[in-house]
């Protein structure tokens, strides 16, 4: 399984779930409404830069638009890599936590 930190899976997931409109603003909205934490811009890209170099997302450029003054959107979508990167640590978190719930939690 390729390791992520924390972040990288919070992010990798958050561009699984905003799905073809994964791009800067709709990740970030995505990450804070999953887990109420605000990332900045800054924080967000290099999250993604580091995703891109383990092969989990790729990046393709959008059209030009006026909102942007005549930029193109970065979109983001997840890699097979990255899709069974997402499926090993679903299947990790729940052989980790098998025998675990937030009542088991409270005995310690």
């Not at 790729?58 to 942007?68: I, L, N, Y």
Request: aromatic share 10%; proline share 1%.
């Amino acid at each position: 399984m390729q390791e992520l930190s924390k972040a990288e899976e919070i992010t990798l997931l958050a561009v699984w779930r905003a799905g073809e409109n994964a791009y800067g603003v709709s990740i970030r909205d995505q990450i804070l409404n999953d887990t109420g934490k605000e990332y900045t811009y800054g924080t967000l890209y290099g999250f993604l830069r580091q995703l891109a170099s383990k092969g989990l997302v790729q990046k393709r450029m959008g059209e030009v638009t006026p909102e942007k003054g005549g930029r193109r959107k970065a979109y983001f979508d997840l890699t097979d890599t990255g899709r069974s990167t997402l499926k090993e640590a679903i299947r990790f978190h729940r052989q980790v936590w098998k025998d675990l719930d937030e009542l088991s939690l409270d005995r310690i």
